[in-house]
């Protein structure tokens, strides 16, 4: 099971937190990209939690949806 963490992060007004979501509908979003000197780097609070098993479900996962779709 997951730690859940509470992170406060500030930003300006013409850029983003410093990090990048992958998820779907019904799975937990994990953070796969933190960008560098990014308020998400800096507070040293956020980190990666991507692996490629997850990614390789996300993607059977969102194949089987499209292909239920159409």
Do not use: W
């Amino acid at each position: 099971m997951a730690e859940e963490l509470v992170v406060t992060l500030n930003r300006g007004d013409s850029s983003g937190f410093g990090f990048s979501l992958l998820g779907t509908a019904g799975l937990p979003h994990v953070i796969y990209d933190i960008v560098e000197n990014s308020p998400a780097a800096k507070s040293g609070k956020v980190s990666i939690c991507f692996n490629r098993i997850f990614y390789t479900f996300v993607i059977a996962y969102c194949k089987s949806q499209i292909e239920r779709e159409i």
